[in-house]
């Protein structure tokens, strides 16, 4: 049978097609001396030969394994150092891999959770994936969104508490809503003086004394250690996250008027009086 017919040399489109890359490539190779720019011919067009070929496949290989272009070069030149050029190559791609590894995990964890509670820290995520569905709010995973990003992990771990006693305490619930109405009425139209945010203050420490009984009755500060010492090799990566807290709550912005700005520190005060001793007990009303 025949032969078809063999060309000695092929345009520049023709090379490309072959060895699975474009034209312009093919010119970026020339001009930074990684390709050798062959002869044009008398159509002033450049030809490829056999030779051209061989190197223009090695290489389209060696990019493709992820080797930067001038090492590349480096090794069709003899340089020395191209081991460690390609020694570093490894090193990337195994943190690349990790990193798709890591983003894996997260879908498998966001799939398995059917909601963004999935996306949460596997310290988080497993504290709340036993309440049932719908029992936690966008907006407690908001909140628990911030605090992981603010305080790490172990933070939003311990404040996962509070989700699962609203969650499971109708009045604490509807008390929390409540609370959280009247807040938002502390709004630019009422002065930071006005009595009536001492007085919410003062409610809003009641629930959250309230909100600590309850987990205390309930155990779940014994099982939130437990938990917690179940997972002390990630306490590198938990210090790492709480080093940037300073850092990063200073640029998470709330939209406070004056007067919720105040009621905020009532809360404090309230919550933390700096002169109370350890014994007596929380009033929660203002001195």
Do not use: N
Not at 55 to 64: G, N, S, T
Not at 217 to 246: F, N, P, V, W
Request: proline fraction near 6%; charged fraction near 30%.
């Amino acid at each position: 049978m025949p032969l078809p017919p063999i060309a000695r040399r092929v345009k520049i489109g023709d090379a490309a097609a072959f060895a699975g890359t474009t034209p312009r490539a093919i010119r970026h190779y020339h001009a930074i001396g990684l390709l050798a720019e062959p002869e044009r011919g008398s159509d002033d067009r450049r030809r490829y030969g056999y030779d051209d070929m061989i190197r223009l496949l090695w290489i389209r290989k060696m990019a493709d394994a992820g080797i930067s272009l001038d090492d590349i070069r480096a090794s069709f030149e003899g340089t020395t150092g191209i081991e460690q050029s390609l020694a570093r190559l490894e090193e990337t791609l195994a943190s690349k891999a990790a990193a798709i590894e890591a983003q894996r995990t997260a879908v498998h964890r966001l799939r398995e959770a059917g909601s963004p509670l999935g996306l949460l820290s596997p310290l988080v995520s497993g504290r709340l994936r036993d309440l049932p569905p719908g029992a936690l709010r966008s907006t407690d995973l908001d909140t628990l969104l911030v605090t992981e990003r603010v305080f790490g992990p172990v933070g939003a771990a311990v404040q996962s508490d509070r989700f699962i006693v609203l969650a499971t305490h109708p009045g604490l619930r509807a008390e929390e809503d409540r609370l959280a109405e009247a807040e938002s009425a502390l709004d630019d139209t009422m002065s930071p003086d006005d009595p009536r945010i001492e007085d919410l203050a003062a409610q809003r420490c009641a629930h959250e004394t309230a909100l600590a009984a309850t987990i205390d009755r309930s155990g779940l500060d014994e099982a939130l250690d437990d938990l917690l010492d179940q997972h002390d090799e990630h306490a590198g990566e938990e210090e790492a996250e709480a080093t940037s807290a300073l850092e990063a709550i200073g640029k998470m912005p709330y939209d406070f008027s004056p007067a919720r700005v105040r009621y905020e520190e009532y809360v404090i005060e309230l919550l933390h009086p700096a002169d109370q001793d350890s014994d007596t007990p929380q009033t929660c009303r203002p001195a």
